[in-house]
């Protein structure tokens, strides 16, 4: 399967206004994002945007953005209109977010491990949570899931995505990482689709494809990417790529 990894990327940032060109270590964020993401050597790299500095500060880094418009709802839909722009013809399109400097390549690679098997519609990454704070926060995400193939633990099929804690009773909870590889027929069924009522109630758009009876399965990874949100997290990236 061809790939290529789409970054959405927005000025538009209630607690971080302008995060994607916030200063780590001088370069702007969105750069180390695009040099992780070339670094997983997984296909091409574009970054989706609809703002013309970070396109500027994407080439000056020797790298490739395409404007889209301002006003989608969430990081999927830019990304397919940039697909539609770039013409592309790849089958599969990584989503990684423009606000995780750390991620590590080695996770980026690892969400396409799940589309091995063709019943797979959209694949995604997960680690099981060690810090017991993080199991009733609900600002992480718990993916509910069970093995994929029976005695392989490394990938799970996943029934449900919660902000509470679940699922209940003894054993691992894993927190779900933001990052998304989808078949591109996948790609184009889910932004054809209404938000659903579990996707709104939990703030979370990659329930409306599990409402819609479409397959998601997860990788599980060793390492969370730090996500930038505030200013405490952007001096914490600081601090972590130093």
């Not at 790849?90 to 589309?115: H, K, S």
Request: proline share 8%.
């Amino acid at each position: 399967m061809s790939a290529i990894v789409l970054i959405p990327a927005r000025m538009a940032s209630t607690r971080l206004p302008g995060k994607p060109l916030a200063d780590i270590n001088g370069a702007p964020m969105i750069v180390h994002v695009w040099r992780r993401a070339v670094e997983a050597d997984v296909g091409g790299v574009v970054v989706a945007t609809d703002e013309p500095a970070i396109v500027a500060a994407i080439e000056a880094a020797g790298g490739e953005a395409v404007m889209t418009r301002a006003d989608h709802l969430n990081g999927s839909a830019r990304i397919h209109e940039a697909l539609v722009t770039l013409g592309s013809t790849d089958d599969v399109v990584v989503n990684l977010q423009g606000d995780i400097p750390t991620v590590e390549p080695a996770t980026v690679r690892a969400a396409l491990a799940p589309l091995a098997d063709p019943a797979v519609d959209i694949a995604t990454v997960c680690v099981e949570i060690a810090r017991e704070e993080e199991r009733t926060d609900p600002n992480v995400v718990k993916v509910v899931g069970t093995p994929a193939v029976p005695g392989n633990p490394g990938i799970l099929r996943v029934f449900y995505f919660t902000r509470a804690t679940a699922p209940w009773g003894e054993g691992p909870l894993y927190h779900h990482i933001g990052l998304y590889a989808y078949r591109r027929a996948a790609l184009d069924r889910y932004v054809a689709l209404p938000p659903s009522g579990l996707e709104l109630r939990e703030r979370l758009e990659q329930l409306r494809a599990l409402e819609a009876g479409m397959r998601i399965d997860a990788a599980i990874v060793d390492a969370v990417p730090l996500g930038v949100d505030t200013p405490a997290d952007l001096e914490r990236a600081r601090q972590a790529m130093r």
